[in-house]
């Protein structure tokens, strides 16, 4: 029923970007807060930045902040993560979510749907 499809994952050398996609099916976008995590092997799901369900609030972390830009189209069930002057340590899977909130969450438990993640690698 619901879905999320995460897109735009590679390989980028260090300094360069990156644009990734996840698109929505079988629920009501406008009704969801919608966040990226990553996780690297032997590590945490971390939280990256979450945006709200109208676009109008967003929230980074620190390693995100100035560098990593979270939009979405709700119109087009699809949020977006550019990201920027990447380093190796951004080497990871990515994932997006899913949370009913009028908020900005940032814990993974908080959310109820999650895509399949998306490889990023970072070459230094």
């Known amino acids: 029923q619901v879905q999320l499809v995460e897109s735009g994952g590679g390989l980028v050398q260090a300094g360069g970007s990156l644009r990734l996609s996840c698109i929505a099916s079988?629920?009501?976008?406008?009704?969801?807060?919608m966040g990226w995590f990553r996780q690297a092997p032997g590590k945490e799901r971390e939280f990256v930045v979450v945006i709200d369900r109208s676009g109008g609030g967003t929230y980074h972390a620190d390693s995100a902040q100035g560098r990593f830009t979270i939009s979405r189209d709700n119109a087009k069930s699809t949020v977006y993560l550019q990201m920027n002057s990447l380093k190796p340590e951004d080497t990871a899977v990515y994932y997006c979510?899913?949370?009913?909130?009028?908020?900005?969450?940032?814990?993974?438990?908080?959310?109820?749907?999650w895509g399949q993640g998306t490889q990023v690698t970072v070459s230094s």
């Open positions: 979510a899913a949370d009913r909130s009028l908020g900005l969450p940032t814990r993974a438990y908080a959310y109820d749907y």
């Open positions: 079988g629920l009501t976008f406008g009704s969801y807060a």
